[in-house]
């Protein structure tokens, strides 16, 4: 039994009558679907058009990196997806945004108008990161032609209409419109594996999987259906970003959390993949690019090529952050992200955080676990060094460079930091003193006045 289509809310957005004329007869359409598990997708739910594409063209399904690298989110996935590069070039490893680096790394169809603004891009998306200006992001860039973005759960009906709006919209644009290059964005099966969890065992997450096949269908069905098909060349390209636990959620290290899918199809791609391998998520640009005609410039530093190409060095991995090379704070650091924040925020009966800091002379981005404590909103933290006469290296990291990342148990925030004036720090000294003891002894052998260091949200 299928749920009733809910209705429509009103548009979030104006749809032009028309963009501009395409100049291509090779046309893209790029499909993101958030929070598909792979193993869902492939062997429990019914989903004929996406197994139609996976017939014509390929599947790629990876494990590309963990939380050393990026934590398991959209905001991570959806720029490694749509700019062709891995966070460590993008900068994005979380929600937050924080270190973002979309100017140089656009998304693909930004390159497109870069490249030449001849080209005729549309975008829709229902997830505010990805498109709506003046919060975190946006992954998808003013720079293209018709840049459709709202924040689904600002509708009535929250991303069950929003992703029927989306659809709707998108489908009689791909029938009516002559635009080269397009990406939709559909929502809702992250939602449900948030609230109800993945797996056989939860229908509700199976069915919205095989709601949003449907949905796919309707978009290739309005492909087809244009009057000028059969002169055309159309590459389909769809995307998730990451799996689900199947207590639902994301964020830890469990292989359904960190699997991931590319399906691509027609075009140039040959049936099965290819010399260049199975697909990954980092090549669904290049091959958008390549399709269209545009030649990749080293320049660019994609990591992701082509699918079907072989690629003609080594494939670059994405570096993980560097951390401390002592083994007990590396073992922390790690089961503080393998866990999201379940093992290691109590650590040793003290509260901890891991505050992230970008090298001085690297620029390195190099993650640290701290003791802290509490001030108002601000959190508290000490640069004792285990005593030692120097500061430590994070201390002098965000001394040069105040912005900092930081993750409380699950919670993840960008902040800035700074040194705690005269007025406050003996107040706040007490503070941490009172909770871990051992800072009395530090400040007597350090032979230097220890930093206390306060953290403040942005």
């Given amino acids: 039994m299928t749920s009733p289509e809910p209705p429509a809310p009103d548009l979030p957005y104006v749809v032009p009558a028309a963009g501009p004329p395409g100049r291509s007869r090779r046309k893209v ?5 958030d929070g598909v598990n792979a193993v869902d997708l492939l062997e429990h739910a019914a989903t004929p058009h996406l197994d139609g594409l996976v017939a014509e063209g390929v599947i790629g399904v990876s494990q590309p990196y963990g939380p050393d690298v990026a934590a398991i989110e959209s905001g991570p996935g959806w720029c490694t997806i749509a700019t062709g590069v891995w966070p460590d070039r993008h900068g994005v490893v979380d929600n937050t945004f924080a270190g973002a680096r979309l100017d140089a790394y656009p998304d693909w169809l930004t390159r497109l108008e870069r490249a ?10 229902n997830w505010a990161p990805l498109g709506v200006p003046g919060g975190p992001g946006p992954v998808f860039s003013s720079a293209i032609d ?4 709202f924040e689904a759960m600002d509708v009535p009906g929250g991303y069950l209409a929003g992703d029927s709006t989306t659809t709707a919209t998108t489908a009689g644009w791909l029938r009516d419109q002559d635009s080269d290059a397009h990406f939709v964005y559909i929502g809702n099966v992250d939602i449900v594996g948030h609230v109800f969890g993945s797996g056989p065992e939860v229908p509700i997450y199976i069915r919205a999987i095989e709601k949003t096949d449907r949905q796919v269908g309707a978009l290739l069905a309005a492909v087809r259906d244009r009057p000028t098909y059969a002169d055309e060349d159309w590459l389909v390209l769809v995307s998730t970003d990451h799996g689900h636990r199947p207590g639902g959620g994301h964020g830890g290290a469990s292989e359904a959390e960190r699997t991931v899918w590319l399906i691509a199809a027609g075009g140039d791609v040959p049936r099965g993949g290819g010399p260049g391998g199975p697909p990954q998520m980092v090549d669904a640009a290049a091959t958008a690019l390549a399709h269209l005609g545009v030649a990749i410039d080293p320049a660019w530093g994609l990591d992701g090529v082509p699918v079907g190409a072989a690629p003609s ?3 670059r991995r994405p570096e993980p952050y560097s951390t401390s090379p002592v083994g007990w704070v590396a073992e922390h650091v790690r089961a503080y992200l393998d866990s999201d924040g379940q093992d290691g925020h109590r650590y040793s009966g003290q509260d901890t955080l891991l505050l992230t800091t970008r ?25 004792s060094n285990g005593g030692h006469a120097t500061h430590p290296a994070w201390y002098l990291n965000l001394v040069a460079d105040p912005e900092v990342a930081v993750q409380v148990g699950a919670h993840r925030f960008t902040a800035r930091a700074r040194t705690a004036g005269p007025g406050e720090r003996p107040a706040l000294w007490a503070l941490m003193a009172g909770q871990f003891g051992q800072y009395e002894r530090y400040a007597a052998t350090a032979g230097r006045e220890i930093p206390v260091v306060v953290i403040e949200p942005a």
């Fill in 313 to 315: 060095a080594e494939r």
């Fill in 29 to 33: 359409l790029h499909i993101g679907i």
């Fill in 359 to 383: 090298g001085r002379r690297t620029g390195a981005r190099r993650r640290t676990p701290l003791i802290y404590g509490r001030s108002g909103d601000a959190y508290v933290v000490v640069g």
């Fill in 146 to 149: 018709v840049n459709l973005a």
């Fill in 116 to 125: 030449d603004p001849g080209y005729s891009t549309y975008c829709i998306t």
